[in-house]
């Protein structure tokens, strides 16, 4: 089941000179865990906020094609609307804290107290998502006196428990320590596998490369290819886009490792055993 | 060896009976330095500490020679610099290059020398071309870049870095590890926080591993590497190369991409 | 960031009374001895007030208060006391100066009002959390965007100081001297206003943004985490507080 579509999307800031993104088609099906990719200024973050329809109804600019929700055209309707079906991370966590709440608990409700869910339901999600990122000692803080990384953890948790169809994340672990990136990225895998369709913005290429169902490689607001890890990171001019493929590949690619079907290999299990066959 | 900074017996607390650091002693000479633990462990604390922005609840701290109790921050920002985790907390200026040449300016006190400065720390991130833009129509990553420029213009002994890589894609994480490297060259201490266990692996000689407000680990990055034990327990991993390495059964830790690959054109594996 | 607050936290009787409640009483305070006129009942509620702030352990905090305005109230005594246009019976003599009754009574009875006002307001803004006094009129049908920019406005003055305090460290971190002298300080500071304000247009902007991707627009009904944890008298407490109100109207009216 289909339940994003992104059919000729254009768009260029109100103050930009070129476009942002640039004529992007593709599509999404329930449940599936999709990697965006791309060097810095690439687009990944206008795409992102152009699936929550962040772009065009807040930022204005020019703007063609279109974003359909579960049918519903976002740039036709309002934001706190498609809320409930779309939930987004932002890159900097800071500014996702709404600033009228007074502790972490309170902070994730806000959202919760907006869709109208029931009280029992509404703590039971705060509990699980508090503790699922590991804040739920933290709950009595204020949200501004978390660390980097725990703020960044509320921003995840706050949304997570709004449990949007469509899950859209801005480089959601840049401020993690490792296990919480892992943690965090099993998660969302776990969500998928529940029905939720995750699109994620990464620079952790591994993790990416581990997780992703399939990857959407950005260049210049172009949408330069949309396919599985292997393929992507064995593209001979990835480098080209700004992208150096996860370490495990590199060292393939080094040895000349290549897996039956040809691709190199891009995570660990798979270059543990494409190795162990050869230096075995 | 020539002592840098040494720390005696510092706790902190924010708030009465939650301490966030815990009686910590240690000495950094001039070896590059990381510092790493999870989220919450106290390290933006412990160098917020460093710098004078906070001050002790009990114990000592002394940059150079100063305690850092009995100095202004202004006068200890001549010795060391510290790079913000968040760019916004950093940046206040109209233009990038106003940004970069606020803190040369202050030191210096003559204009010149202080637009020198600042532009050559510019070319060194690979921002000269957008010296004249407002910082905030700068992305997330080219900002952070502007908040490095603005310590590394100011040319201190410590250069202190608070998660550089945070928003970096492949070719800003490259200039911000030339940028330490020349650091290193020039003589100066470097303290990078970073939960990029890659990143540490590649580029720094001695590295810290804070876990609630104590040190669990401190030492050689290969030493430290070789706990996996103890990193786990502090929510850390090992960088990637040493992951596979260890699942392919090597006994060495081996850190970069280039030591396994030699090792595996050198050796059969044993399993 | 912090929020404008003034509360504490705490747990005497008056923390567990619902805002609502407790907002009524302060209208009611005030207006009660504005309808009926007369001392006794500028009286009667100052000592019902006093004995809420102790009730709300309060006192300590609301006597900086009291003593600041006691000295505008001591001069409204001295001038009243001296110059009061209804002056008639001397009531003692200070030196040079001839106190009279009339002016007294009528000076304490300025003080007795204002007094009844601090206390009264006291009792509300030591025992109630602003973000819940704005949560329960939300839920008593003020618009929720009328309550977000109650809540903004509590939180701007803070919002202000946390940024200054942000552009601060950022300007010490980097050279400039911050701490010492007056003029030191100034000069830290002047520069500073225009930055402060154009960093929290800038995060006003990407607050509107958090908000609304949270669904803060939303046309759902609301609901909300913190259900009504207090006295389960209030509906009790709130219907006699307006019968008071009612009561007194009436009482004015008769008796005109
Ligand atoms: N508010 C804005 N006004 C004008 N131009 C903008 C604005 N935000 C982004 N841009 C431009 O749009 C392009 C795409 O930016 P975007 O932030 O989507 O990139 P990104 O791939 O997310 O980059 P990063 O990896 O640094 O987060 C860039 O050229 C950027 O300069
Ligand atoms: N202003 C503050 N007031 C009160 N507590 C604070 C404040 N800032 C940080 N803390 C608390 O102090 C602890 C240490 O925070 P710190 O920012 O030093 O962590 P960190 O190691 O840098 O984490 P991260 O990797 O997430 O950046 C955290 O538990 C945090 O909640
Ligand atoms: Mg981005
Ligand atoms: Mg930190």
């Known amino acids: 089941m289909v339940n994003l579509v992104v059919e000729h999307l254009k768009y260029r800031y109100p103050l930009g000179n070129e476009l942002a993104l640039e004529d992007i088609s593709f599509e999404v099906k329930k449940g599936e865990f999709i990697g965006i990719i791309g060097e810095n200024g690439s687009g990944k973050s206008t795409l992102c906020q152009a699936i929550v329809g962040l772009v065009p109804n807040f930022y204005k600019g020019a703007y063609g094609g279109k974003v359909l929700v579960k049918e519903i055209e976002v740039a036709q309707s309002d934001v706190s609307e498609i809320s409930s079906y779309v939930g987004i991370v932002f890159q900097n966590p800071f500014t996702q804290i709404t600033g009228s709440k007074l502790t972490v608990y309170e902070e994730v409700a806000f959202g919760l107290e907006n869709l109208g869910i029931p009280r029992e339901e509404m703590i039971k999600r705060i509990e699980e998502s508090l503790k699922l990122l590991r804040l739920f000692e933290y709950r009595h803080f204020n949200p501004f006196e978390l660390s980097g990384g725990q703020m960044q953890r509320l921003a995840i948790a706050s949304v997570i428990a709004m449990k949007p169809d469509i899950l859209v994340l801005d480089e959601p672990t840049s401020q993690l320590d490792p296990q919480g990136s892992e943690e965090v990225f099993q998660a969302i895998q776990d969500l998928a596998k529940n029905g939720m369709t995750i699109i994620i913005a990464e620079h952790k290429i591994e993790k990416i490369a581990s997780y992703a169902d399939k990857i959407i490689l950005l260049h210049k607001g172009k949408l330069v290819d949309f396919d599985t890890p292997e393929k992507i990171f064995s593209r001979e001019d990835i480098e080209e886009y700004g992208i150096v493929p996860p370490v495990y590949t590199r060292i393939c690619k080094s040895l000349n490792v290549k897996n039956e079907a040809g691709f190199y290999p891009v995570t660990l299990e798979q270059v543990y055993y494409e190795l162990v066959k050869v230096y075995g | 060896m020539d002592e840098v900074i040494r720390v005696q017996n510092l706790s902190f607390a924010y708030k009465q009976d939650y301490e966030v650091l815990k009686n910590i002693s240690l000495v950094f000479d001039k070896k590059s330095t990381a510092i790493i633990g999870q989220n919450g462990a106290g390290k933006t604390t412990f160098v917020k500490l460093l710098k004078g922005l906070l001050k002790p609840t009990s114990g000592e701290i002394y940059i150079k020679g100063y305690n850092t109790k009995e100095v202004s921050t202004a006068f200890l920002s001549k010795y060391i610099g510290l790079v913000f985790q968040n760019p916004n907390d950093q940046i206040f200026k109209n233009t990038v290059l106003e940004e970069v040449m606020f803190g040369p300016l202050n030191i210096l006190k003559d204009k010149k020398q202080a637009q020198e400065n600042a532009i050559k720390a510019l070319e060194m991130v690979g921002l000269q071309d957008k010296m004249h833009i407002h910082p905030y129509d700068l992305g997330l990553s080219d900002r952070k870049l502007v908040s490095i420029a603005s310590i590394v213009s100011m040319d201190p002994d410590i250069i202190i870095l608070d998660e550089p890589t945070i928003a970096q894609d492949h070719k800003g994480n490259t200039i911000i590890k030339n940028v330490i490297k020349e650091l290193k060259e020039k003589g100066k201490l470097v303290i990078t926080i970073t939960h990029d266990m890659d990143f540490v692996a590649e580029i720094f000689e001695r590295t810290i591993v804070l876990n609630e407000g104590i040190i669990l680990l401190d030492g050689n990055t290969r030493e430290v590497f070789s706990q996996q034990e103890i990193l786990k327990k502090a929510y850390l991993e090992l960088p990637h190369v040493a992951q596979l390495a260890k699942k392919l059964g090597i006994k060495q830790t081996l850190l970069t991409e280039q030591e396994l690959i030699n090792f595996l054109k050198h050796n059969k594996l044993n399993n | ?256």
């Open chain 3, 1 to 256: 960031m912090r929020y404008l607050s003034l509360y504490q936290e705490g747990n005497s009787l008056l923390h567990k009374i619902d805002p609502i409640t407790k907002l009524l009483f302060v209208i009611i305070a005030i207006l009660v001895p504005i309808i009926i006129n007369t001392l006794t009942m500028a009286l009667a509620f100052f000592i019902i007030s006093t004995l809420l702030v102790f009730v709300a352990r309060a006192f300590k905090r609301t006597l900086p208060i009291i003593s600041f305005s006691s000295l505008v109230i001591i001069t409204v005594l001295f001038i009243q006391g001296l110059f009061y246009l209804k002056n008639q019976t001397p009531f003692f003599t200070l030196g040079p100066f001839v106190f009279y009754k009339e002016g007294l009574l009528y000076a304490t009875g300025i003080a007795i009002r204002i007094f009844n006002i601090i206390n009264a307001v006291a009792v509300l803004i030591f025992t109630t959390k602003p973000s819940d006094l704005i949560e329960a009129l939300v839920k008593k049908g003020v618009s929720p965007k009328i309550g977000y920019v109650f809540s903004s406005v509590l939180q701007i003055i803070p919002q202000m100081m946390s940024i200054v305090d942000t552009i601060l460290d950022a300007q010490k971190a980097r050279g400039l001297e911050t701490e010492g002298s007056f003029t030191k300080r100034a000069k830290a500071f002047i520069p500073l206003i225009g930055p402060a304000v154009l960093n929290s247009l800038i995060s006003t902007k990407e607050r509107a943004m958090a908000l609304e991707v949270r669904g803060f627009n939303s046309k759902k009904k609301k609901t909300f985490l913190n259900e009504v944890p207090y006295n389960k008298y209030s509906n009790v407490l709130q219907v006699a507080l307006i019968a008071i109100l009612v009561f007194s109207i009436i009482w004015r009216i008769i008796s005109w």
